[in-house]
């Protein structure tokens, strides 16, 4: 099975019924980047670009970052490489950033809320992103955006640097796309109109279970609680990526639940655009996908839709099990 699984390194990713859609690599370091380009990664679906701030005493400078934006972007050529805006706060502190003592660090001043308030910070990352995206496809990402007026916010200041370069006549790709994570129940709720606002969407079904269940994602008390399998929470995603359909807008996924196998024929079934994963999940996920008859799925997913407990989702999901 293993080495069957690996003769897929080389293909894309398509269902039985020849669709394609993206399989992509979550990553964070450099050695996570040599990872995805070996398991043959369709692109970067979320760079998380905290882990180039952490553990060191000062923040990287545009250059650093520049070098470091540039490698991933040229290593794919014909793919999307996402990257996220520094994302930190909730679980992830970094010691010369001044952050706050919180109750509720997961609700607190974190990712997109600290860079508005700390701009240098994010004009700084966005500059050498924008001077990066000559060397490859770049879609910048927007984390824990709650608010029309934060996604606005930024897309302001990113113009601005933008502009700043183009007037130093930097080499800049005119194709940059500028997308959001929807992993706050708020955004997901008015996905209609933040799809208005962006490129694309990316669903962070990490935090937003989290959120949607009021349950912690990393307290092993709450594991029946916290689950991308309520009903509630596909319920929604089902929306989200309606929402982004309706506007024209591509719709991924980058949080665990994409690399579900049982959840994979819903989200095919929802139409969802690419999936991110970690790279050690892709080629099972290719493997997975390369079964599903994407045509065949609607009414059962119309079933799914309906269930109104954890039981009645994990029913009907077992009907179409690719499980191996
Ligand atoms: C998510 O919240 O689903 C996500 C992909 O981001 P992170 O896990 O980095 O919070
Ligand atoms: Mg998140």
């Given at each position: 099975?293993?080495?069957?699984?690996?003769?897929?390194?080389?293909?894309?990713?398509?269902?039985?019924?020849?669709?394609?859609?993206?399989?992509?690599?979550?990553?964070?370091?450099?050695?996570?980047?040599?990872?995805?380009?070996?398991?043959?990664?369709?692109?970067?679906?979320?760079?998380?670009?905290?882990?180039?701030?952490?553990?060191?005493?000062?923040?990287?400078?545009?250059?650093?970052?520049?070098?470091?934006?540039?490698?991933?972007?040229?290593?794919?050529?014909?793919?999307?490489?996402?990257?996220?805006?520094?994302?930190?706060?909730?679980?992830?502190?970094?010691?010369?950033?001044?952050?706050?003592?919180?109750?509720?660090?997961?609700?607190?001043?974190?990712?997109?809320?600290?860079?508005?308030?700390?701009?240098?910070?994010?004009?700084?990352?966005?500059?050498?992103?924008?001077?990066?995206?000559?060397?490859?496809?770049?879609?910048?990402?927007?984390?824990?955006?709650?608010?029309?007026?934060?996604?606005?916010?930024?897309?302001?200041?990113?113009?601005?640097?933008?502009?700043?370069?183009?007037?130093?006549?930097?080499?800049?790709?005119?194709?940059?796309?500028?997308?959001?994570?929807?992993?706050v129940?708020s955004?997901?709720?008015?996905?209609?109109?933040?799809?208005?606002?962006?490129?694309?969407?990316?669903?962070?079904?990490?935090?937003?279970?989290?959120?949607?269940?009021?349950?912690?994602?990393?307290?092993?008390?709450?594991?029946?609680?916290?689950?991308?399998?309520?009903?509630?929470?596909?319920?929604?995603?089902?929306?989200?990526?309606k929402?982004?359909?309706?506007?024209?807008?591509?719709v991924?996924?980058?949080?665990?639940?994409g690399?579900?196998?049982?959840?994979?024929?819903?989200?095919i079934?929802?139409?969802?655009?690419?999936?991110?994963?970690?790279?050690?999940?892709i080629?099972?996920?290719?493997?997975?996908?390369?079964?599903?008859?994407?045509?065949?799925?609607?009414?059962?997913?119309?079933?799914?839709?309906?269930?109104?407990?954890?039981?009645?989702?994990?029913?009907?999901?077992?009907?179409?099990?690719?499980?191996n």
């Open positions: 099975f293993k080495t069957k699984i690996l003769t897929l390194k080389n293909e894309r990713s398509k269902t039985k019924d020849n669709k394609y859609i993206h399989i992509a690599s979550n990553i964070g370091t450099e050695k996570d980047l040599k990872h995805a380009l070996e398991v043959g990664a369709e692109g970067i679906g979320l760079f998380r670009t905290e882990f180039l701030f952490m553990d060191r005493k000062k923040a990287p400078s545009e250059e650093e970052q520049f070098e470091v934006y540039k490698k991933i972007l040229s290593s794919f050529p014909n793919h999307k490489v996402v990257i996220r805006t520094l994302d930190i706060g909730g679980d992830k502190k970094i010691p010369y950033m001044d952050f706050p003592n919180e109750l509720n660090p997961f609700l607190g001043f974190r990712a997109i809320r600290y860079c508005l308030e700390n701009d240098d910070v994010l004009r700084t990352q966005l500059r050498a992103l924008i001077r990066a995206s000559y060397f490859g496809n770049l879609s910048i990402m927007f984390p824990m955006i709650s608010m029309i007026e934060e996604i606005r916010k930024v897309k302001e200041i990113y113009n601005e640097e933008k502009e700043k370069l183009q007037k130093k006549s930097e080499k800049i790709s005119n194709k940059i796309e500028i997308g959001m994570m929807i992993e129940p955004a997901a709720i008015m996905a209609n109109d933040f799809a208005k606002e962006v490129d694309f969407f990316s669903i962070g079904t990490n935090d937003l279970t989290q959120y949607v269940t009021a349950s912690d994602r990393m307290n092993p008390k709450l594991i029946n609680i916290y689950t991308p399998l309520q009903p509630a929470v596909i319920n929604l995603i089902a929306n989200v990526i929402a982004g359909k309706n506007n024209d807008i591509w991924g996924m980058c949080g665990e639940a690399a579900n196998s049982l959840l994979l024929p819903l989200w079934s929802m139409g969802i655009d690419e999936l991110s994963m970690s790279s050690s999940s080629l099972k996920a290719r493997f997975t996908m390369k079964q599903i008859d994407s045509s065949k799925l609607k009414k059962w997913k119309e079933k799914v839709l309906l269930s109104k407990t954890l039981d009645q989702v994990k029913d009907s999901l077992k009907v179409h099990s690719y499980e």
